[in-house]
T-cell receptor, first 110, second 112 residues
Framework: GQQLNQSPQSMFIQEGEDVSMNCTSSSIFNTWLWYKQDPGEGPVLLIA?????ELTSNGRLTAQFGITRKDSFLNISASIPSDVGIYFCAGPPTGNQFYFGTGTSLTVIP | DVKVTQSSRYLVKRTGEKVFLECVQD?????MFWYRQDPGLGLRLIYF???????EKGDIPEGYSVSREKKERFSLILESASTNQTSMYLC???????????FGSGTRLTVV
């Protein structure tokens, strides 16, 4: 199946630091989604991107749809302990099926 | 508040047992999906359904089957549970033309 390469695989940061992660695909996507999964829970949608070059914010989170349509980026500013979790990118190369990245595990050290 | 509900948060089953994982959504979504999640492997699609009584294999269907008799319910069946099926199972649903998935809280299955 389609693979999305997400990096980094894990991050350990101090509270207050900014975070950056990215996702790349071998296929062109028309939509990029970013999800967060809290420990022991299902993923929850954070940000959806529908247009190449689009930059969208949700509070301290900002995501960008890469111009090549094969990548996307997520930034978290001024991290806090509740940002802990796994962040997934997702997109549909074709049809109605979304594929997911392998996730970035974020640990915030108070 | 729209919801995808998975019937169990935690399950422990014995090797060889037939296991049913149930998922119900209240959003009138056409599409439903079953994923399993394992450390380092991300989310892998097991089966999905775009309509009642319709099912399609995902990337890792071996050892699993599904049932969708009603639009709101999508069941995952482990015909004969094995230890390598110990995992977190996530159900999701979406509109026919999806803007994203809504996930359930997951079922953590342990096969002993």
């Amino acid at each position: 199946g389609q693979q999305l390469n997400q990096s980094p695989q894990s991050m350990f940061i101090q509270e207050g630091e900014d975070v950056s992660m990215n996702c790349t695909s071998s296929s062109i996507f028309n939509t990029w989604l970013w999800y967060k999964q809290d420990p022991g829970e299902g993923p929850v949608l954070l940000i959806a991107l529908y247009k190449a070059g689009e930059l969208t914010s949700n509070g301290r989170l900002t995501a960008q749809f890469g111009i090549t349509r094969k990548d996307s980026f997520l930034n978290i500013s001024a991290s806090i302990p509740s940002d802990v979790g796994i962040y997934f990118c997702a997109g549909p190369p074709t049809g109605n099926q979304f594929y997911f990245g392998t996730g970035t595990s974020l640990t915030v050290i108070p | 508040d729209v919801k995808v509900t998975q019937s169990s948060r935690y399950l422990v089953k014995r090797t060889g047992e037939k296991v049913f994982l149930e998922c119900v959504q209240d959003m009138d979504h056409e599409n439903m999906f079953w994923y399993r999640q394992d450390p380092g492997l991300g989310l892998r699609l097991i089966y999905f359904s775009y309509d009642v009584k319709m099912k399609e294999k995902g990337d890792i269907p071996e050892g699993y089957s599904v049932s969708r008799e009603k639009k709101e319910r999508f069941s995952l069946i482990l015909e004969s549970a094995s230890t390598n099926q110990t995992s977190m199972y996530l159900c999701a649903s979406s509109l026919k033309t999806p803007y994203g998935y809504t996930f359930g809280s997951g079922t953590r299955l342990t096969v002993v």
